[in-house]
């Protein structure tokens, strides 16, 4: 098998080099095919034997999908074996009919994507116009030529198992060899969320219908379809062909629903609310908000009985959530704390909510020197440290009055928002940084921690919407269609990428995301000959992907351990993604063997974007110690 992928940003005359190039590879690099059956199909395969245990060649074996009518049909060789490729992943009436042979029917076998199966039949001698049926075909087919470490996630888990988000990819968890990508994750950059044998979320493949479904820019999972229209998908861990060789973690294969000559489908929707659910207790406030809706509605069913089928899916998922800023800013504090007099500032002893015991001991430390430089220090950390609140410290204000006899400088205080353009920061002098405008029309960048927002919004506004065709052109040739659009918008994203917190981050920090996701998947499958079938892929993908900070500040600022506020780092993301891909294989049946030939070519393409490397300014205040704050007013 082979299986090549190139990714270009701008096509050039390479192109036709490329495709001769890989077409010969692929003749010249074919092998004895792995035992793993297609990325969307299933192949069935076993000898047909008499009682007597003797093979029987020359038998006709028909796999039938009783949903669609929709039939398949090969002969054994001289050793008894038949192997039937490409058969769309469903229940069948496998059929079993020789010469002097009573014609076997077993109803009820299950094939899921990805397998490749071993039925055994025995036939019992007779009259071809007998039928035994036999039972016992229902049970789980078994894989001798088994060689990729696969799970598969069938309808019955899909349907009936709990998932957050109805995310259905996280089912994959459920696998032993499957784990939660713990990788920090960044706003404009997801991963798949999986992490396949210690290997990065981003080092994943995953398909949908057999199409690449990636986005290549940062090699994660575009927005795929509705959880009601995932029919089942097959998780590969280890092993897998060639053809699915794109990948160095995992390989993620889904198939979506297809229609049938019965007209199916259903209304649903799911809701959580803070009415009828417990209080996150990590919320700063009382009732946080809290409200999560998906609903939708699906419909398949005949265009043209036993011929042309259809499928439709949509479903939309509201989310209005609360944020929290759970840091340790405004812990501490405490309405005891014991202001000394501080003459000019502070005329009597007073306690004050907006101070801590460490601060003050650092003022009482300043005092107890009483040397001037450090009275100074402490009338200006004392006015800096109480500005925060409305009990702040009131009386003549060495720091823009200086005339009071102290000596003390004249420094512009930092009291909050209201502060004048031309402020600077107490101890340094250094101007403060501009960037967002106040209600007095000001720009102001630098806010006291105790003034950062506690609780923020977090909205979600995500559709699926799916189409699918399955149309029968002959008995021989299959033609299937799929096309998909995803618009999504989320707000309040927090993100960890400079190791922040989450809880930590100011509603400054968070980003917005913006998608618009299209896929449109034709599939052409021709059965040549008993021996031979061809399958043809077109895919077309584009994601037109936004990310914006929730505000605009010139930098971020980053307090270890306690706070992150300012302009979402990663950001302005402005890109669109365009995917043009073709993909052919063909398989060949010789004896006991199968051959498979293939090329895949993908051009991706990102025609303009706006990726801004150079991020938004970045200050890190670390664990400094007070004490040598002192220096700024000697």
Same mark, same amino acid.
């Given at each position: 098998?082979?299986?090549?992928?190139?990714? !270009?940003?701008?096509?050039?005359?390479?192109?036709?080099?490329?495709?001769?190039?890989?077409?010969?590879?692929?003749?010249?690099?074919?092998?004895?095919?792995?035992?793993?059956?297609?990325?969307?199909?299933?192949?069935?395969?076993?000898?047909?034997?008499?009682?007597?245990?003797?093979?029987?060649?020359?038998?006709?074996?028909?796999?039938?999908?009783?949903?669609?009518?929709?039939?398949?049909?090969?002969?054994?060789?001289?050793?008894?074996?038949?192997?039937?490729?490409?058969?769309?992943?469903?229940?069948?009436?496998?059929?079993?009919?020789?010469?002097?042979?009573?014609?076997?029917?077993?109803?009820?076998?299950?094939?899921?994507?990805?397998?490749?199966?071993?039925?055994?039949?025995?036939?019992?001698?007779?009259?071809?116009?007998?039928?035994?049926?036999?039972?016992?075909?229902?049970?789980?087919?078994?894989?001798?030529?088994?060689?990729?470490?696969?799970?598969?996630?069938?309808?019955?888990?899909?349907?009936?198992?709990?998932?957050?988000? /109805?995310?259905?990819?996280?089912?994959?968890?459920?696998?032993?060899?499957?784990? /939660?990508?713990?990788?920090?994750?960044?706003?404009?950059?997801?991963?798949?969320?999986?992490?396949?044998?210690?290997?990065?979320?981003?080092?994943?493949?995953?398909?949908?219908?057999?199409?690449?479904?990636?986005?290549?820019?940062?090699?994660?999972?575009?927005?795929?379809?509705?959880?009601?229209?995932?029919?089942?998908?097959?998780?590969?861990?280890?092993?897998?062909?060639?053809?699915?060789?794109?990948?160095?973690?995992?390989?993620?294969?889904?198939?979506?629903?297809?229609?049938?000559?019965?007209?199916?489908?259903?209304?649903?929707?799911?809701?959580?609310?803070?009415?009828?659910?417990?209080?996150?207790?990590?919320?700063?406030?009382?009732?946080?908000?809290?409200?999560?809706?998906?609903?939708?509605?699906?419909?398949?069913?005949?265009?043209?009985?036993?011929?042309?089928?259809?499928?439709?899916?949509?479903?939309?998922?509201?989310?209005?959530?609360?944020?929290?800023?759970?840091?340790?800013?405004?812990?501490?504090?405490?309405?005891?704390?014991?202001?000394?007099?501080?003459?000019?500032?502070?005329?009597?002893?007073?306690?004050?909510?907006?101070?801590?015991?460490?601060?003050?001991?650092?003022?009482?430390?300043?005092?107890?020197?009483?040397?001037?430089?450090?009275?100074?220090?402490?009338?200006?950390?004392?006015?800096?440290?109480?500005?925060?609140?409305?009990?702040?410290?009131?009386?003549?204000?060495?720091?823009?009055?200086?005339?009071?006899?102290?000596?003390?400088?004249?420094?512009?205080?930092?009291?909050?928002?209201?502060?004048?353009?031309?402020?600077?920061?107490?101890?340094?002098?250094?101007?403060?940084?501009?960037?967002?405008?106040?209600?007095?029309?000001?720009?102001?960048?630098?806010?006291?921690?105790?003034?950062?927002?506690?609780?923020?919004?977090?909205?979600?506004?995500?559709?699926?919407?799916?189409?699918?065709?399955?149309?029968?052109?002959?008995?021989?040739?299959?033609?299937?269609?799929?096309?998909?659009?995803?618009?999504?918008?989320?707000?309040?994203?927090?993100?960890?990428?400079?190791?922040?917190?989450?809880?930590?981050?100011?509603?400054?920090?968070?980003?917005?995301?913006?998608?618009?996701?299209?896929?449109?998947?034709?599939? !052409?499958?021709?059965?040549?000959?008993?021996?031979?079938?061809?399958?043809?892929?077109?895919?077309?993908?584009?994601?037109?992907?936004?990310?914006?900070?929730?505000?605009?500040?010139?930098?971020?600022?980053?307090?270890?351990?306690?706070?992150?506020?300012?302009?979402?780092?990663?950001?302005?993301?402005?890109?669109?993604?365009?995917?043009?891909? !073709?993909?052919?294989?063909?398989?060949?049946?010789?004896?006991?063997?199968?051959?498979?030939?293939?090329?895949?070519?993908?051009?991706?393409?990102?025609?303009?974007?706006?990726?801004?490397?150079?991020?938004?300014?970045?200050?890190?205040?670390?664990?400094?110690?007070?004490?040598?704050?002192?220096?700024?007013?000697?």
């Amino acid at each position: 098998m082979f299986a090549s992928h190139t990714q !270009w940003l701008n096509p050039s005359i390479r192109t036709t080099a490329l495709l001769v190039l890989t077409v010969a590879c692929g003749l010249l690099g074919s092998s004895v095919a792995f035992g793993q059956a297609q990325s969307n199909a299933a192949d069935l395969q076993g000898v047909v034997r008499d009682q007597s245990g003797a093979v029987i060649s020359g038998a006709t074996v028909t796999a039938r999908n009783p949903a669609t009518n929709s039939s398949k049909a090969t002969t054994t060789n001289e050793d008894g074996a038949y192997l039937i490729v490409n058969l769309t992943p469903g229940d069948y009436e496998v059929t079993v009919e020789a010469a002097n042979f009573k014609k076997a029917v077993l109803p009820g076998v299950k094939l899921t994507v990805g397998q490749r199966g071993d039925l055994d039949v025995a036939l019992e001698v007779g009259q071809v116009s007998e039928v035994v049926t036999v039972s016992g075909a229902t049970a789980e087919l078994v894989e001798t030529s088994k060689t990729a470490v696969a799970t598969t996630i069938d309808q019955q888990r899909i349907d009936n198992l709990p998932i957050n988000e /109805r995310n259905y990819l996280s089912f994959a968890l459920t696998t032993s060899t499957v784990a /939660r990508d713990n990788g920090r994750p960044i706003g404009p950059a997801p991963t798949t969320g999986l992490n396949f044998g210690g290997q990065r979320g981003r080092s994943n493949l995953v398909q949908v219908d057999g199409a690449d479904n990636t986005d290549n820019s940062v090699n994660a999972s575009r927005s795929t379809v509705s959880q009601e229209a995932v029919q089942e998908f097959q998780v590969v861990s280890n092993s897998f062909a060639p053809e699915f060789g794109r990948s160095s973690g995992g390989v993620v294969n889904v198939v979506t629903k297809s229609g049938t000559n019965d007209f199916h489908g259903n209304v649903f929707g799911f809701i959580r609310d803070k009415r009828f659910q417990a209080r996150n207790p990590f919320a700063p406030i009382a009732k946080p908000d809290f409200r999560r809706t998906q609903y939708g509605v699906t419909l398949g069913g005949p265009l043209d009985r036993d011929r042309t089928f259809f499928f439709f899916a949509f479903e939309q998922r509201r989310r209005d959530e609360s944020g929290f800023f759970t840091s340790s800013v405004a812990r501490g504090l405490t309405s005891s704390v014991t202001i000394p007099v501080i003459p000019g500032l502070n005329p009597i002893a007073r306690t004050f909510a907006n101070i801590t015991p460490q601060q003050a001991t650092y003022i009482n430390t300043l005092l107890a020197a009483g040397t001037p430089a450090a009275i100074c220090g402490a009338r200006a950390y004392a006015f800096f440290a109480s500005s925060g609140g409305s009990s702040g410290l009131t009386g003549s204000n060495p720091l823009t009055s200086p005339n009071d006899g102290s000596g003390c400088p004249a420094i512009s205080p930092v009291t909050g928002p209201t502060t004048p353009i031309g402020s600077r920061f107490i101890l340094s002098g250094a101007p403060i940084p501009v960037g967002t405008t106040n209600a007095a029309g000001q720009f102001i960048a630098f806010r006291p921690l105790n003034d950062l927002q506690k609780i923020f919004p977090v909205t979600d506004r995500t559709t699926y919407n799916s189409f699918r065709l399955d149309h029968m052109i002959t008995k021989n040739h299959q033609f299937n269609f799929r096309f998909g659009y995803n618009p999504s918008r989320i707000t309040g994203i927090q993100v960890e990428s400079q190791n922040q917190s989450l809880g930590q981050n100011d509603f400054s920090r968070t980003g917005i995301q913006k998608l618009r996701d299209f896929s449109a998947v034709a599939t !052409w499958l021709a059965t040549l000959s008993e021996n031979a079938v061809n399958e043809a892929r077109f895919n077309f993908g584009e994601r037109r992907a936004t990310f914006t900070s929730q505000n605009l500040d010139a930098v971020a600022s980053n307090v270890s351990g306690t706070a992150f506020f300012g302009r979402e780092l990663f950001s302005p993301v402005v890109r669109t993604e365009t995917r043009y891909e !073709w993909t052919d294989s063909l398989n060949l049946v010789a004896g006991t063997h199968t051959f498979k030939f293939g090329g895949d070519i993908a051009f991706v393409r990102i025609p303009s974007a706006v990726f801004e490397l150079n991020f938004a300014g970045l200050f890190n205040f670390g664990g400094l110690s007070a004490t040598t704050l002192n220096a700024g007013f000697a």
